[in-house]
């Protein structure tokens, strides 16, 4: 392993040549500086910043200083570091500035300055790959809305002058995995130029020799075949093509029709839970490939190879419910319980007749089947496998369940201020060892069931010649999509009510979009009509240029429409009602300025501060829950007890009316309950104004408007294990 160390001994600023995919964003004011600059002390300080998003960034300041002073400057982003370098600069005497050579990725950024040097001011520079945030996603619940918008953000931040797992971690071209499900989101994020890097990614992985089942999706329908359909590149594919069957052809299949693989790479299926069925699941990706690279065939023109594919999907249907159904699910002999991913690939490949689906669902695909994996994390799948278990739900007419289950997995990080999504779910990583988490994972992707599934926009043909948009709204009363295509942007704008269900779209030229009413909307469906003209009433009518009958299905209302702007509206009655809560739209606040804060409590620690340090807990100060930097905290170091307290001094009368202390990388860590009390004097404190219990990650304390100095925190819950920590403590009041 290399140092991480970058010493330079001078002022002077040497660059890197940045690679001609990759797009410069110019010096950047921060978000947020834990001090206000100029700012020098006689000790060592650290000084945070904030970036408004999750970014690759270099760091610059300008100093005043006497010289042989070393400076550190590094990501505030602790997980594994030897990705994310840390770089020092040794000043010399008087006024200088300094850029870091080397590119970081995280939230924030850290200045560690020695005693004696004055700060006089701090910048970063941003650099990414060279594409636009083309696509977006709106809905009439805001979870959805800051889920997709991060989901965007990881798959950018996972892109440079090729895609990577992530940037803190892995930043090598090496699972095509990861790849695999950031192709797919490209296509509804970014522009056209994102296009190329999907194309390399095909082009720079003949041999398919790394992870036997991330080969399998990368090379088939989800990547490759997915880059087809959108860009209309049949070079590409008529390039890949021999590598992919050759490949295929390494694999037989055995007697009884499950697959036998010629162990040509890691045999690797999913991290999620102990329990994988690998068995089922890379029968069902093989299968899966095998069709992509048929349709890749007659593309092309290879029709002598169609047989041979053929007689090999028509070998695993014929033999895959004989080995694997078990009457109410697919399991193999490998594993105790049925595996969502396995029953979720099944679906997906069309391995599964219409006919299991219902049974499937009602015992495996619903249901939280191993209540003791690991801290409350009882679905099996990863958020690399997660994507196909969404998709599956969708195909199957449970996308009110598909919505629900994202929310589930995914309402940690909704609610915490990282902007990006992680490569676990729960953070259940927090209490045990994993040197291999990141902050933001590629493998992330509820933008691509989101803008594809739930808003219902794809490609049916090559280039977007012919494309659907079928919703599958399910309790969403609005949906706001752009998807960017090689044709032009699609612009779909849905709503619905009691009595209405309306879609605008904005189709470009040369593409016929499939516009499907869904049928599931409505308790009673009586006419539809476009742009204000009755096409069907029970029969298609006709009657409007532009407009044609394709037919219907025991989901959807179809119609062909030519390019234009058109209004679909349907009336009828529609039964509008959710299972989930919308989000609360945010109040209009001030958050208190708490640079000149002071903090103690009732257990308190001195040396390293309390960060993710590859699964040890280490404990920091008081000062540590107030320093701007969320990945360090203030902690108990013990179990939670009652009696147990933390207070902040205002350094003067202030007024506020709420208290958020988040827990982002410790959910668990949240108090089991509280008591918050106020005072003027700090000694009488009075009755509490608040009791309650705190909540997962982020715990939220509103209560009247008070005016005052001092605050107190103290826990009235226990926990066996789970200590009390907070690693960032906000305090706001409310704007009129």
């Given at each position: 392993?290399?140092?991480?160390?970058?010493?330079?001994?001078?002022?002077?600023?040497?660059?890197?040549?940045l690679?001609a995919?990759?797009?410069d964003?110019g010096?950047k004011?921060?978000?947020?500086?834990?001090?206000?600059?100029?700012?020098s002390?006689?000790?060592?300080?650290?000084?945070?910043?904030?970036?408004?998003h999750?970014?690759?960034?270099?760091?610059?300041?300008?100093?005043?200083?006497?010289?042989?002073?070393?400076?550190?400057?590094?990501?505030?982003?602790?997980?594994?570091?030897?990705t994310?370098?840390?770089?020092?600069?040794?000043?010399?005497?008087?006024?200088?500035?300094?850029?870091?050579?080397?590119?970081?990725?995280?939230?924030?950024?850290?200045?560690?300055?020695?005693?004696?040097?004055?700060?006089?001011?701090?910048?970063?520079?941003?650099?990414?790959?060279?594409?636009?945030?083309?696509?977006?996603?709106?809905?009439?619940?805001?979870?959805?809305n800051?889920?997709?918008?991060?989901?965007?953000?990881?798959?950018y931040?996972?892109?440079?002058?090729?895609?990577?797992?992530?940037p803190d971690?892995?930043?090598?071209?090496?699972?095509?995995?990861?790849?695999?499900?950031?192709?797919?989101?490209?296509?509804?994020?970014?522009?056209?130029?994102?296009?190329?890097?999907?194309?390399?990614?095909?082009?720079?992985?003949?041999?398919?020799?790394?992870?036997?089942?991330?080969n399998?999706?990368?090379?088939?329908?989800?990547?490759?075949w997915?880059?087809?359909l959108?860009?209309?590149?049949?070079?590409?594919?008529?390039?890949?093509?021999?590598?992919?069957?050759?490949?295929?052809?390494?694999?037989t299949?055995?007697?009884?029709?499950?697959?036998?693989?010629?162990?040509?790479?890691?045999?690797?299926?999913?991290?999620?839970?102990?329990?994988?069925?690998?068995?089922?699941?890379?029968?069902?990706?093989?299968?899966?490939?095998?069709?992509?690279?048929?349709?890749?065939?007659?593309?092309?023109?290879?029709?002598?190879?169609?047989?041979?594919?053929?007689?090999?999907?028509?070998?695993?249907?014929?033999?895959?419910?004989?080995?694997?159904?078990q009457?109410?699910?697919?399991?193999?002999?490998?594993?105790?319980?049925?595996?969502?991913?396995?029953?979720?690939?099944?679906?997906?490949?069309?391995?599964a007749?219409?006919?299991?689906?219902?049974?499937?669902?009602?015992?495996?695909?619903?249901?939280?089947?191993?209540?003791?994996w690991?801290?409350?994390n009882?679905?099996?799948?990863?958020?690399?496998?997660?994507?196909?278990?969404?998709?599956?739900?969708?195909?199957?007419?449970?996308?009110?369940?598909a919505?629900?289950?994202?929310?589930?997995r995914?309402?940690?990080?909704?609610?915490v201020?990282?902007?990006?999504?992680?490569?676990?779910?729960?953070?259940?990583?927090?209490?045990?060892?994993d040197?291999?988490?990141?902050?933001?994972?590629?493998?992330?992707?509820p933008?691509?069931?989101?803008?594809?599934?739930?808003?219902?926009?794809?490609?049916?043909?090559?280039?977007?010649?012919?494309?659907?948009?079928?919703?599958k709204?399910?309790?969403?009363?609005?949906?706001?999509?752009?998807v960017?295509?090689?044709?032009?942007?699609?612009?779909?704008?849905?709503?619905?009510?009691?009595s209405?269900?309306?879609?605008?779209?904005?189709?470009p030229?040369?593409?016929?979009?499939?516009?499907?009413?869904?049928?599931?909307?409505?308790?009673?469906?009586?006419?539809?009509?476009?742009?204000?003209?009755?096409?069907?009433?029970?029969?298609?009518?006709?009657?409007?240029?532009?407009?044609?009958?394709?037919?219907q299905?025991?989901?959807?209302i179809?119609?062909?429409?030519?390019?234009?702007?058109?209004?679909?509206?349907?009336?009828?009655?529609?039964?509008?009602?959710?299972?989930k809560?919308?989000r609360?739209?945010?109040?209009?606040?001030?958050?208190l300025?708490?640079?000149?804060?002071?903090?103690?409590?009732?257990?308190?620690?001195?040396?390293?501060?309390?960060?993710?340090?590859?699964?040890?807990?280490?404990?920091?100060?008081?000062?540590?829950?107030?320093?701007?930097?969320?990945?360090?905290?203030?902690?108990?170091?013990?179990?939670?007890s009652?009696?147990?307290?933390?207070?902040?001094?205002?350094?003067?009368?202030?007024?506020?009316?709420?208290?958020?202390?988040?827990?982002?990388?410790?959910?668990?860590?949240?108090?089991?309950?509280?008591?918050?009390y106020?005072?003027?004097?700090?000694?009488?404190?009075?009755?509490?104004?608040?009791?309650?219990?705190?909540?997962?990650?982020?715990?939220?304390?509103?209560?009247?408007?008070?005016?005052?100095?001092?605050?107190?925190?103290?826990?009235?819950?226990?926990?066996?294990?789970?200590?009390?920590?907070?690693?960032?403590?906000?305090?706001y009041?409310?704007?009129?």
């Open positions: 392993m290399t140092s991480r160390t970058v010493t330079l001994l001078s002022c002077i600023l040497f660059s890197i040549p690679h995919s990759v797009k964003f010096l004011d921060y978000l947020y500086t834990s001090k206000d600059l100029p700012h002390q006689n000790d060592t300080w650290t000084l945070v910043c904030q970036l408004p999750n970014a690759q960034f270099q760091l610059w300041l300008e100093v005043e200083s006497p010289a042989g002073k070393v400076i550190v400057l590094d990501s505030s982003n602790p997980l594994a570091k030897w994310q370098q840390i770089q020092r600069y040794t000043t010399i005497s008087g006024i200088q500035t300094f850029e870091t050579p080397g590119w970081v990725s995280g939230e924030g950024a850290l200045y560690t300055i020695p005693g004696g040097v004055t700060v006089r001011a701090v910048k970063y520079r941003e650099t990414g790959y060279d594409a636009e945030f083309a696509g977006s996603f709106q809905c009439n619940d805001d979870d959805y800051i889920l997709w918008q991060k989901a965007a953000r990881t798959c931040l996972c892109m440079r002058d090729h895609f990577m797992d992530c971690r892995e930043r090598t071209p090496l699972c095509l995995g990861d790849v695999c499900v950031q192709v797919e989101q490209i296509f509804y994020t970014f522009d056209t130029k994102a296009h190329e890097l999907a194309r390399e990614a095909i082009l720079n992985n003949p041999n398919y020799t790394h992870i036997i089942g991330q399998l999706m990368f090379a088939g329908e989800y990547s490759t997915f880059y087809y959108n860009t209309g590149d049949l070079a590409t594919i008529a390039k890949q093509y021999p590598n992919l069957k050759k490949y295929l052809d390494k694999w299949i055995g007697e009884n029709g499950v697959i036998v693989h010629s162990k040509d790479g890691w045999d690797w299926c999913d991290w999620g839970s102990p329990s994988k069925d690998r068995e089922i699941v890379q029968c069902c990706q093989y299968y899966s490939t095998l069709k992509a690279c048929k349709k890749m065939a007659q593309a092309i023109g290879n029709t002598q190879d169609i047989p041979g594919f053929d007689a090999k999907l028509k070998s695993i249907k014929d033999h895959f419910d004989k080995v694997f159904w009457g109410s699910y697919y399991k193999s002999g490998d594993v105790d319980y049925p595996d969502e991913r396995a029953n979720a690939m099944a679906v997906v490949t069309g391995l007749d219409e006919t299991r689906w219902d049974a499937i669902y009602e015992n495996v695909l619903s249901k939280k089947l191993n209540p003791n690991e801290d409350g009882t679905y099996n799948a990863s958020s690399y496998f997660e994507r196909w278990v969404m998709e599956a739900l969708c195909i199957m007419g449970k996308e009110e369940f919505l629900l289950r994202m929310y589930d995914y309402s940690d990080q909704i609610n201020r990282t902007t990006t999504l992680w490569e676990h779910f729960g953070r259940w990583w927090q209490t045990k060892f040197a291999n988490s990141s902050q933001n994972h590629g493998w992330n992707s933008n691509t069931i989101l803008s594809k599934y739930i808003a219902g926009v794809a490609p049916e043909t090559a280039g977007w010649d012919t494309y659907h948009v079928l919703p709204e399910a309790f969403l009363t609005a949906i706001k999509v752009v960017p295509t090689v044709k032009g942007n699609i612009a779909v704008d849905m709503k619905k009510n009691t209405e269900y309306s879609l605008q779209l904005s189709s030229s040369s593409t016929t979009a499939i516009v499907g009413i869904p049928k599931a909307s409505f308790s009673k469906l009586n006419a539809i009509q476009v742009n204000g003209t009755t096409i069907w009433d029970g029969t298609y009518k006709g009657g409007l240029a532009g407009i044609t009958w394709n037919g299905d025991a989901r959807y179809k119609f062909n429409a030519a390019p234009g702007t058109w209004a679909f509206t349907a009336d009828g009655i529609l039964p509008v009602s959710s299972p809560p919308l609360v739209s945010p109040r209009k606040e001030t958050r300025d708490k640079k000149a804060w002071a903090v103690s409590a009732s257990i308190t620690h001195t040396g390293p501060k309390m960060s993710y340090q590859w699964g040890k807990k280490d404990r920091g100060s008081a000062y540590d829950a107030i320093d701007g930097d969320a990945w360090t905290c203030w902690s108990t170091g013990t179990p939670q009652e009696g147990q307290w933390f207070r902040v001094d205002l350094g003067r009368e202030q007024s506020f009316d709420k208290i958020v202390l988040e827990n982002g990388w410790a959910p668990y860590d949240s108090p089991r309950g509280y008591k918050v106020v005072s003027d004097d700090g000694e009488n404190w009075g009755k509490p104004l608040v009791t309650s219990n705190g909540r997962q990650s982020i715990t939220e304390i509103t209560f009247e408007p008070q005016s005052k100095r001092y605050i107190k925190l103290e826990q009235t819950g226990s926990h066996s294990y789970y200590w009390w920590s907070i690693y960032e403590l906000d305090i009041r409310q704007r009129k």
